[in-house]
């Protein structure tokens, strides 16, 4: 189902070419202060528009249409909804009978028996993490003096990462790329021993997030080369402040009081104009596809927005 969250709960819904996509926040107490305008820095940092992102331009504009009066949250959900204006959905009349290799087009059509809306990744698309983002600005002000901040530490292996952004935009093809995140001013004591530990829930919510293929709290797996006394934290006084961040700032499951760290690996875009085999579900045969249209070169570069509002949602139904 498409929901998140036990106290701040979210509802997810929309397609790419859909007439609105949106987000429902319950368990958001009353007296926030909230107004469209704590959305357009975080919208404007999810947009696309830069080198290397796709050619799709949309306002992005919240419309709230519930829980919020006065300038203040009531208590009552929050629905949030965007508009989708700049549709092509012609772009995507062949993914219907050739799926794209890596997207969702073969998965959804065979899950949901050949109705799935494919126009645009349909419920699949980045465009629906718009939602995420919104979610997130509201946890970002329940998580305070908590402050979560992801960038990007490289681009298909590089830092700095134009040329190979040109080389493989110019060759019709795409790069991933590894999100750093860091919450700082956490507290000692978020998080369960076991199924909601804190690393479960993070990634559970930033696997939600389309086209990520990995993460990794601290050392990560360079931590499975390490000795013991190489990987862990030295503890320097009665707060728990550690000389070293090894664990990522959780142990047990609970987090320990240092900076969260994590890393996140994005995938590259599935959708390329390099030649690909894929399954025509009309003819049976194996095909060739293009994945022509307008996509992201390289969509990590428009996921650190999302990854921060990913980790504030699952830190505030925590806190909460
Ligand atoms: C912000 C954002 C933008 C994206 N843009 C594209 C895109 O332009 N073309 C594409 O093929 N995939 C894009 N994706 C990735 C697909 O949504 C994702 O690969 C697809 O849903 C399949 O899911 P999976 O990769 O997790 O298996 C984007 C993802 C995000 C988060």
Not at 3 to 22: A, L, M, V
Not at 38 to 63: I, L, N
Not at 93 to 115: C, I, L, Q, W
Request: glycine letters at 12%.
């Amino acid at each position: 189902m498409n929901r998140f969250g036990n106290k701040f709960r979210i509802s997810i819904f929309g397609e790419s070419h859909g007439p609105q996509i949106g987000i429902v926040v319950d368990g958001v107490p009353g007296g926030i202060p909230l107004s469209p305008d704590d959305f357009t820095e975080d919208m404007s940092r999810r947009r696309s528009g830069a080198s290397g992102t796709t050619p799709r331009k949309e306002a992005d504009v919240v419309t709230i249409v519930s829980g919020v009066f006065n300038g203040h949250t009531t208590g009552s959900p929050i629905c949030m909804t965007f508009m989708n204006n700049n549709t092509r959905p012609s772009d995507y009349e062949k993914f219907e009978s050739h799926p794209r290799p890596g997207h969702a087009d073969f998965t959804a059509t065979r899950r949901h028996n050949g109705y799935a809306d494919l126009r645009g990744g349909g419920h699949h698309s980045g465009r629906v993490t718009i939602g995420l983002v919104a979610a997130g600005v509201i946890a970002k002000k329940i998580i305070e003096p908590v402050s979560v901040v992801a960038k990007i530490s490289e681009i298909g292996g590089f830092n700095p990462w134009d040329d190979a952004l040109a080389k493989a935009a110019e060759a019709g093809d795409s790069l991933g790329g590894i999100i750093e995140c860091r919450a700082s001013e956490m507290p000692v004591g978020i998080g369960e021993p076991f199924f909601d530990s804190l690393e479960s829930v993070i990634s559970h919510i930033v696997f939600a997030i389309p086209g990520i293929r990995g993460i990794e709290f601290g050392d990560g797996f360079a931590a499975s080369k390490m000795k013991g006394s190489q990987h862990n934290d030295p503890i320097a006084d009665e707060t728990g402040k550690t000389l070293k961040n090894g664990s990522g700032g959780i142990n047990g499951g609970i987090s320990n009081g240092n900076e969260l760290l994590f890393r996140v690996a994005v995938k590259p875009t599935s959708s390329i104009s390099v030649p690909q085999h894929t399954f025509n579900f009309y003819s049976g045969e194996v095909e060739e596809l293009r994945a022509e249209g307008r996509h992201d070169t390289c969509f990590a570069l428009r996921v650190p927005v999302i990854v921060e509002a990913a980790v504030s949602i699952a830190l505030a139904d925590l806190l909460m």
